[in-house]
């Protein structure tokens, strides 16, 4: 059965990509997987149909059929480990391409959410800048962290993986800012995800949504 996936009918994001369906279609052409797409508007979000799919009212979901799963980490490691070509066959490598998901998911991307967030919702306190470069000394310290892991190597460990795909897609939050381009490795690992077939694939996926619904408001 073709897996179906959940996306907003109108993304927030201006067409950026930052949606976090992006990751789950990226891994889904990485592997050459068709998939469904089922858009949802934010009203459809909190009704109950959606929410027996994602408890929190959020998306993408995730269903083949047999499986029904929330949470876009999940999505990915299911897709990863269903299919060849994002989990590497040697049992040693493979743990290490999913700790690298979680390091994405759990020790990078935090800090960035917050800096997002504070732009949205503090930027009119008092206490804005002083948070802000708070929350930036944090993503600092992560940065440079992940940029002396990574020194000259195209990936994280060897081949692309799984890790690399939501590691880019967590470091894409940061395009455009002085925090990413304080390190040129990191600047151009980010290049060299976007650069991959499939990333351009799922993008140009994502990003048609965003026009038809600008087409479909005008």
Do not use: C
């Not at 930052?18 to 068709?34: F, K, N, S």
């Not at 000394?137 to 692309?160: C, K, P, T």
């Amino acid at each position: 059965m073709i897996p179906t996936i959940t996306a907003f009918a109108s993304s927030p994001d201006g067409g950026q990509g930052q949606a976090r369906d992006m990751r789950v279609r990226w891994a889904l052409e990485e592997v050459g997987q068709p998939y469904d797409v089922r858009l949802v508007s934010f009203d459809e979000m909190k009704q109950p149909a959606h929410r027996a799919l994602q408890p929190f009212g959020q998306i993408p979901t995730y269903e083949d059929g047999v499986f029904t799963l929330f949470e876009s980490g999940a999505i990915v490691f299911h897709i990863a480990e269903q299919h060849q070509g994002l989990l590497p066959n040697d049992p040693a490598a493979r743990a290490r391409a999913i700790t690298w998901m979680f390091a994405a998911l759990a020790t990078v991307e935090p800090p960035i959410v917050d800096r997002e967030a504070a732009e949205y919702t503090e930027g009119d306190k008092p206490w804005y800048d002083e948070h802000l470069a708070t929350v930036d000394a944090r993503i600092r310290n992560r940065l440079d962290d992940l940029s002396r892991r990574l020194g000259d190597a195209d990936w994280l460990d060897g081949e692309f993986s799984a890790g690399d795909l939501v590691l880019v897609g967590v470091l894409r939050r940061l395009e455009g800012s002085e925090l990413l381009a304080e390190h040129p490795n990191l600047t151009a690992y980010v290049a060299r995800g976007k650069a991959r077939p499939a990333f351009q694939r799922a993008y140009s996926a994502q990003y048609a949504v965003f026009t038809d619904s600008q087409m479909a408001a005008a």
